[in-house]
């Protein structure tokens, strides 16, 4: 299976600001989906990225909240903007050539 | 949508017993089942998936068992080890051989206790 890198692992940020979490992934795949998970939760899709064209968002997900980038076949990023302490989640990269999806380990964001 | 209910919410067994996570979903149209499994500070990991056109699926100690007409799946840990203690998600969605989206059930912490 794919092996996925995301970048930063954690941060702690403060409200107002944004901050762009990285998906590198070890080989080619088509699609790329972005979750979140708030704390004690479960995984809730925000947007599926495919390359060469606009991100789809979930609804309840905005492209001016979560902005999202797909350069290539293997990278992605996903802003999270003017961050609030509801923001404060776990954002996780998954990607799959049909199934099963594979995940990252996420990146850990605490807005104060 | 989709929509994928989890029970039971937590579970605690003794070391060596069984474990029985139970979930339901309500599209019809679903016709792919993983489980996922969350370690403290990591991210999900498969353990185990089924399709539609199969009823059970045995993998060592871990089996899923699928019922489309009443549309629930469960999944079944025996033997239970300490390690088998963390966060397990199910999840359906409908594979048309492009990665589709998953719609996750609302996980079960298992405890497993020496």
């Known amino acids: 299976s794919a092996v996925i890198s995301q970048k930063p692992s954690r941060d702690i940020c403060q409200r107002g600001t944004s901050l762009t979490i990285q998906c590198q992934v070890d080989?080619?795949?088509?699609?790329m989906f972005w979750y979140r998970q708030q704390p004690g939760q479960s995984l809730t899709l925000i947007a599926t990225?495919?390359?060469?064209?606009?991100?789809?968002?979930e609804s309840g997900f905005v492209i001016d909240k979560f902005p999202i980038s797909r350069p290539n076949l293997t990278f992605s990023t996903l802003t999270v903007s003017n961050m609030s302490p509801e923001d404060s989640s776990i954002y996780l990269c998954?990607?799959?050539?049909?199934?099963?999806?594979?995940f990252g380990n996420g990146t850990r964001l605490t807005v104060t | 949508g989709e929509n994928v209910e989890q029970h039971p919410s937590t579970l605690s067994v003794q070391e060596g017993d069984s474990a029985v996570i139970k979930c339901t979903y309500s599209?019809?149209?679903?016709?792919?089942f993983p489980w996922y499994k969350q370690e403290l500070g990591k991210g999900p990991q498969l353990i185990i998936d089924?399709?539609?056109?199969?009823g059970e699926k045995k993998d060592q100690r871990i089996a899923v068992t699928l019922n489309k007409t009443a549309k629930h799946f469960s999944l079944h840990i025996t033997e239970t080890q300490p390690e088998d203690s963390a966060v397990y998600f199910c999840?359906?969605?409908?594979?048309?051989?492009?990665?589709?989206?998953?719609?996750f059930g609302t996980g079960t912490r298992l405890q497993v206790t020496l």
């Open positions: 080989s080619q795949v088509t699609m």
């Open positions: 999840a359906a969605s409908m594979d048309t051989g492009t990665a589709s989206k998953l719609t």
């Open positions: 998954s990607v799959g050539e049909g199934s099963p999806l594979h």
């Open positions: 599209d019809s149209a679903s016709n792919y």
């Open positions: 990225a495919n390359q060469g064209s606009e991100a789809t968002y």
């Open positions: 089924i399709r539609s056109n199969v």
